[in-house]
């Protein structure tokens, strides 16, 4: 084991504890209800106690651990009803910023770059075989899509609260999305999903405040449709982040 980090580099030996651990949980390393403890997590990442203890603490406030009785934390689980709950606050949250955003209005120059990224999701959608490759560019521009459309809401206390949503396990927009990619329903989704960004965008230009809202949170429901069908499908469900973690109900 190499020798502990001091603690006065705390700051960036949490942020490697942070990820190292979240990997392991997330790629099935450490299971549903597996102890870990701040002793054994030390020993198997090389850094102090300090920065391990922040870490862990990070990963209750996500969601991925939870403390037990006698010391320590253990890995949840989730069930499709938990996984549903986060993506509906996520779709609450981003109705929200949709509204905020058109009925207090947003200058031409600052809807080019999400009408930009729309476009280019466009011609993405609209290619006959997207491909690993394909699905993997709309992660990057979904993602990219839902965080310039926080940004046109303005709102501080709104980016802290989504910032917040998003660290729960399963609420990205993008986490069930490469679990579409073997699904035969997939073409289906990425155009009702686009046809969302589409409508958003023109109902933030128009200053139409209900709908720009009403739109974004039917579209934080589509996540739910994927994890409907990756549960059903072997392949699909591997492809889900964190799949170990979660309950399936012959597993319940």
């Known amino acids: 084991m190499s020798a502990p980090i001091s603690d006065k580099d705390a ?3 949490t942020v490697k504890a942070l990820l190292a651990l ?3 949980i997330l790629a099935g390393a450490l299971r549903p209800g597996e102890r870990i403890s701040e002793l054994s997590a030390v020993e198997q990442l090389g850094v102090s106690r300090t920065p391990v203890r922040a870490a862990l603490a990070r990963l209750e406030e996500e969601g991925l651990l939870e403390t037990i009785p006698s010391g320590g934390y253990s890995v949840r689980s989730f069930s499709e009803a938990d996984i549903f709950d986060a993506i509906e606050v996520r779709g609450v949250l981003e109705g929200a910023a949709a509204r905020m955003a058109a009925e207090r209005g947003v200058p031409q120059a600052q809807m080019a770059p999400i009408k930009d990224c729309v476009a280019t999701l466009d011609d993405l959608v609209r290619r006959p075989d997207l491909g690993v ?5 709309y992660v ?7 965080a310039l459309l926080l940004q046109l809401a303005a709102s501080p206390a709104l980016s802290r609260l989504l910032e917040r949503a998003l660290a729960s396990p399963f609420a990205s927009p993008s986490s069930f999305v490469m679990a579409q990619s073997v699904l035969p329903e997939s073409r289906v ?3 009702i999903a686009q046809e969302h960004h589409c409508a958003a965008v023109d109902a933030i ?5 209900a709908r720009a809202e009403g739109i974004m949170r039917e579209h934080s429901r589509l996540a739910h449709r994927n994890l409907q069908l990756a549960l059903r499908n072997r392949e699909s469900f591997a492809l889900v982040p964190g799949a170990a973690l979660i309950r399936r109900s012959a597993d319940v």
């Open 189 to 191: 989704i990425l155009t």
């Open 140 to 146: 990057r521009l979904n993602a990219r899509f839902h």
């Open 22 to 24: 979240r990997e392991r």
């Open 133 to 137: 490759e394909g699905f993997s560019n």
């Open 205 to 209: 230009q128009s200053r139409e405040g």
């Open 11 to 13: 700051a960036p030996q």
